[in-house]
């Protein structure tokens, strides 16, 4: 949701903004697995040149049940969503945006999002995810 309390759209807005190639490749910067939750923090690339320098960072926590994700909450973090969506299937939830820092001051904003998943599914979740990100998780 935006500070005015309306949901952040996770689908294409314009034909042109489907048409984007859905190719984007992910680096793992770290990655711990503990008993209950695996911790993943990485950098997505889009399949398109993007206009600043900046990474495109997200975390991700894959839970008992759920996989839950951050990313930042710009035009790159938006289609992250929507192609994810595209092969998860809708979040549990619309994204919930979280503020860093300055309440009045949205840089450095995150979406968060959520998808479940019943505890006996978290292998195949896992699995999944594994394809989505190029490697075998544990």
Known sequence: MTLSGKPVKIIANT??????????????????????????????????????????????????DYLSLEVSRDFDGERLLQYLAGLLGQPA????????????????????VEWHFPPVGRGEMIHRLGEILGRALP
Do not use: C, M
């Open 93 to 112: 939830t619309p994204p919930r945006v979280q503020l860093g820092g300055s309440q009045l001051d949205e840089e450095g904003a995150l979406l968060l």
């Open 15 to 64: 034909a042109k903004e489907a048409a984007l190639p859905e190719n984007w490749q992910f680096t793992i910067l770290r990655q711990e697995a503990r008993s209950r939750r695996l911790i993943l923090e990485g950098q997505a690339h889009p399949p398109y040149e993007r206009p600043y320098h900046d990474a495109l960072f997200f975390y991700a926590v894959v839970g008992p």
